[in-house]
């Protein structure tokens, strides 16, 4: 008991003890917690199944759901044909976007490429633009009037060339436009990874008579595994849960992954069943990451930086060195700046498919009153539509709450795991605070929707209110923003803070006159990244939302599902404007390079 209570004293007076433990016992609610409910409701009978389940009651234990999904006349279509599916697109669109991803980043750090100073700032737009907002434009460009219930696309209006239905929907195009979204990730981790490389290493190499493609095969490639295995948990997580690009172009060809499924028994009521989906899901999650910490763990040398001179011997280009500079800005340009364009003209149509200048029209956007048959409701452009203007601020609020938030606990939560290393209570942090990664974002939002819909204990109902979405976007930021923070204090030496005690300054003077402005990047990094990506994620709102607390990304669901696509790519044109006007106003407040803090 003595022991114990000595204990209690130390950690009592260790600051990043306290705020270690405070932080643990908030996250066991709000991240063990849901694991729990998961598990627990696949193994609870429901009220809307009682009547299916013989000699069962509301609440009590059954494999019935586990069954139905697994051993049933429903496994093929509701749980195995998805899954496969899941994982044919995932694996593909991660090879291709980590194939993009790792050549643009050894063009851009090994070799003299021109135009490659631009490249950083390009290759950031099409993470910027929501998937599916990518998804749309997608639709947008290669519809074709052949295709029943659709009007004819950009492409088809302006050449008269068709394309098949599986180029529009089904699993190619999901493929090509997650890989463009995400290959950012590989780039931004294998560039740096590449930059850092030691030069000697390439000297040796050469010396010894290898060519180029086998140094770049036998030794750059190798050493940066880590790098490059970090890229594909980042991209290859991604895809497991993704919901927007799969419901926009793979739901209106029946093509369902388990996000999408997921999403579907949710709606109709069947919640067992949609959290066996989910508990596959954050398993696959979970091995990829399992794997990769395996593969990483048996690779002992990883040394790229020495003491001696570490700049990158620039592969010379030659006579290619423009064109392969002014195709890859083509590229880029074709994947950041095209899909704005479309989606721009399309809200510029008065009808859809009619592309033609004498029928365009600002109404979409500063009109006062739709009226006729091709909508069942009267909408005002944009700029004057309540509806529309009450889900920017919610999105806009939602984000600088959600950004702020992550930033300051994250970089508390950096401060505990860097100044306890090694103890049991950094330990239990660090784990807590990467659990939300590893369950994808329509998994979070549906756990959420059912842990939160009644009162537990002194912590109210939050289904329908603002306050929910703020939680859930915390817990499901927090991975990154706690990373980011740990790097952020772990560059900021004990001795200062030692100092300070010793001139009897407080923890909170000590965190606000020092710790705080030394991390002063990390914590904009941190900020950016949570407000970025809050105000465009569709997967993590979408079946919390009320029309009182409506955020953009789940009105343009909604627009799109109704046929407004005017309205629809509108909102999402307004989306990407709001996230380049809050990083770039981010950027000059802050000095931060954020390319590379991505």
Do not use: C
Request: net charge positive; charged share 15%; glycine share 8%.
């Amino acid at each position: 008991m003595t022991r114990f209570v000595n204990r209690l004293g130390h950690i009592l007076r260790t600051p990043h003890l306290v705020i270690g433990v405070s932080l643990i016992v908030a996250l066991a609610y709000l991240v063990l917690m849901p694991f729990w409910e998961v598990i627990a409701t696949s193994f609870t009978a429901q009220r809307a199944d009682v009547r299916r389940i013989e000699g069962a009651e509301v609440g009590s234990f059954t494999l019935y759901y586990w069954e139905r999904m697994l051993a049933s006349p429903l496994t093929q279509r509701g749980f195995l044909q998805p899954l496969y599916n899941t994982l044919t697109i995932s694996f593909l669109y991660t090879f291709l976007a980590m194939a993009i991803g790792v050549g643009l980043a050894w063009l851009t750090a090994r070799t003299d490429m021109a135009f490659r100073r631009a490249i950083p700032d390009l290759i950031l737009v099409p993470y910027v633009i929501p998937s599916w907002g990518i998804a749309l434009a997608w639709i947008t460009l290669f519809r074709s009037d052949t295709m029943p219930g659709h009007p004819a696309g950009v492409l088809q209006a302006f050449t008269g060339i068709t394309v098949p239905t599986w180029v529009v929907f089904g699993p190619f195009p999901i493929i090509i436009v997650l890989a463009i979204n995400y290959f950012a990730f590989t780039y931004l981790l294998a560039a740096s990874a590449f930059a850092s490389l030691d030069a000697s290493l390439d000297d040796a190499a050469r010396l010894h008579g290898a060519s180029r493609w086998r140094i770049l095969r036998r030794i750059t490639l190798p050493i940066t595994i880590p790098a490059l295995g970090s890229a594909f948990i980042l991209t290859f997580s991604q895809g497991l849960g993704t919901f927007g690009v799969p419901a926009f172009l793979g739901m209106p060809d029946r093509y369902f992954v388990l996000a999408t499924s997921l999403f579907f028994n949710i709606n109709t009521g069947r919640m067992g069943d949609a959290f066996v989906l989910a508990l596959f899901i954050i398993g696959l999650a979970s091995v990829t990451i399992w794997i990769n910490t395996l593969v990483l763990g048996r690779r002992r040398q990883f040394t790229t930086i020495s003491g001696k001179d570490t700049r990158p011997a620039l592969t010379p280009l030659g006579r290619w060195r423009v064109p392969i500079g002014l195709m890859t800005i083509g590229f880029l340009l074709l994947v950041a700046v095209v899909p704005l364009i479309v989606l721009v003209m399309q809200t510029l149509t008065w009808r859809v498919g009619n592309f033609s200048p004498e029928h365009w029209t600002l109404h979409f956007w500063i009109g006062r009153e739709m009226l006729g048959a091709q909508f069942q409701d009267r909408l005002s452009g944009i700029f004057f539509n309540p509806e529309i203007m009450r889900a920017a601020w919610n999105s806009i609020k939602l984000g600088v709450i959600v950004g702020l938030v992550v930033a300051f606990v994250g970089q508390l939560a950096g401060y505990v795991v860097s100044r306890g290393r090694g103890g049991w209570i950094a330990r239990a942090l660090d784990q807590l605070t990467f659990l939300p990664f590893v369950i994808p974002s329509v998994v979070f939002g549906a756990i959420y929707l059912s842990m939160f819909a009644q009162p537990r204990g002194p912590i109210p109902a939050l289904y329908g209110t603002f306050a929910l979405l703020v939680v859930v976007s915390v817990v499901k930021r927090l991975p990154f923003a706690a990373r980011s923070g740990t790097s952020s204090m772990m560059q900021v030496s004990g001795e200062l803070e030692e100092a300070a005690v010793m001139h009897k300054a407080g923890f909170f003077r000590i965190m606000r006159r020092i710790l705080f402005p030394l991390t002063r990047n990390g914590i904009f990094v941190g900020f950016i990244f949570g407000f970025v990506n809050t105000v465009k994620d569709l997967a993590l709102v979408i079946l919390l939302v009320t029309p009182l607390t409506n955020v953009l990304p789940a009105l343009t669901y909604s627009y799109t599902e109704r046929g407004f696509r005017q309205y629809s790519d509108a909102v999402t044109v307004l989306i990407v404007a709001i996230v380049l006007i809050g990083t770039f106003l981010a950027r000059r407040i802050s000095r931060t390079d954020f390319s590379r803090g991505f």
